[in-house]
């Protein structure tokens, strides 16, 4: 007897490899995705992180000096400060005598009255302001998109840009950047 062999022509995947490529190329954009996530959290983290660093600096002011920054009226305090506020309780964003004050004490780092940046390209600031329609002293993020405004607010409050201790100038949407504060 002859043994019959075949001799195949083999010229394109089979099912089990495309299967295979496939579950491979499904895991590297779930991969991306994933690390995409991760990345716009820690972001939206150290805005956050940063926001209460601010707090706990105007805090500590105020426990030091017995006033909020830009405020004081007291000469002199912190040392090098030659600006006066008139202790009304009011944070009034004069020039940035806030930001100045808190580095003259040494709370924050660097000099003047120069306003640092956060994750997204805005800047943070401390100061009196009508936000949502509440006057009040406030930790201010400008030029926050409005989903990170959403997902902070929703964390740490009431997740209503009017509402509660954290609000937004307008409505949370995607298209939304704007003034975010954070009530002291």
Not at 34 to 56: F, Y
Not at 136 to 149: D, H, K, R, S
Request: aromatic share 6%; proline share 3%.
């Amino acid at each position: 007897m002859k043994k019959r062999t075949t001799i195949r022509n083999q010229k394109g995947f089979t099912l089990v490899e495309i299967a295979i490529v496939l579950v491979i190329i499904g895991l590297l954009i779930g991969g991306v995705l994933q690390g995409r996530s991760m990345i716009q959290n820690a972001r939206v983290k150290r805005v956050v992180s940063d926001m209460e660093g601010l707090r706990t600096a105007v805090l500590t002011f105020q426990d030091r000096y017995g006033m909020l920054p830009g405020d004081e009226n007291d000469a002199n305090n912190p040392p090098g400060d030659t600006n006066n506020g008139n202790n009304n309780g009011q944070m009034a964003e004069t020039a940035g005598w806030e930001m100045s004050d808190l580095r003259l004490a040494q709370i924050i780092p660097g000099t003047g009255t120069t306003l640092p940046a956060h994750q997204f390209g805005g800047t943070l600031r401390v100061g009196w302001a009508n936000i949502s329609g509440l006057t009040t002293n406030w930790i201010i993020a400008t030029n926050l998109p409005g989903e990170v405004c959403q997902e902070i607010d929703t964390k740490y409050d009431d997740g209503v840009y009017n509402t509660g201790d954290i609000r937004g100038n307008a409505v949370y949407t995607t298209a939304t950047i704007g003034t975010f504060g954070w009530r002291l």
